[in-house]
Nanobody, 121 residues
Framework: QVQLVESGEGSVQAGGSLRLSCTASGTIFSIVNMGWYRQAPGKKRELVATITNGGFIDSEHFMKGRFTISRDDNKNAAFLQINSVKPEDTADYFC???????????????WGRGTQVTVSS
C-alpha cells in the first residue's frame, strides 16, 4: 500500500511565497517521477511540474519563473516552491508519483488527496 500526503500553507497573501510538500509512504522500491497538478475552481486540472528520478524537470511554460520543483529521495518527498504568489494561483494542489513497489513490478501512478491553497489580494 502506498500513500501520498501533501502539506503546506493553506492561505497566503499575494506577493508572498509558499512551499508545498508531498511525502510518499508504504511499500516503496523506487520512485520514478513525482510532480504536481493543480485545479482552480471551475477549471480543469493542469500540470504544474514533474521531476524525474534523474532530476529532469518538465513544467508548463507559464509555470516557469515563479515555480520550483525539487525532490528528496532519502525522504521519498517532493516539494513545490511558489514565489510571488498571485490570486490566480488559488487552487487545490495535487501531488502524484510513479512508484515501483517491487524491483520486478512496473511503476504505478499514485495520487495524494490534495491541499488547498488560497491567495488573497
Amino acid at each position: 500500500q502506498v500513500q501520498l500526503v501533501e502539506s503546506g500553507e493553506g492561505s497566503v497573501q499575494a506577493g508572498g511565497s509558499l512551499r508545498l510538500s508531498c511525502t510518499a509512504s508504504g511499500t516503496i522500491f523506487s520512485i520514478v517521477n513525482m510532480g504536481w497538478y493543480r485545479q482552480a475552481p471551475g477549471k480543469k486540472r493542469e500540470l504544474v511540474a514533474t521531476i524525474t528520478n534523474g532530476g529532469f524537470i518538465d513544467s508548463e511554460h507559464f509555470m516557469k519563473g515563479r515555480f520550483t520543483i525539487s525532490r528528496d529521495d532519502n525522504k521519498n518527498a517532493a516539494f513545490l516552491q511558489i514565489n510571488s504568489v498571485k490570486p490566480e494561483d488559488t487552487a487545490d494542489y495535487f501531488c502524484y508519483a510513479y512508484i515501483k513497489t517491487r524491483s520486478s513490478s512496473p511503476p504505478r501512478e499514485y495520487w495524494g488527496r490534495g491541499t488547498q491553497v488560497t491567495v488573497s489580494s
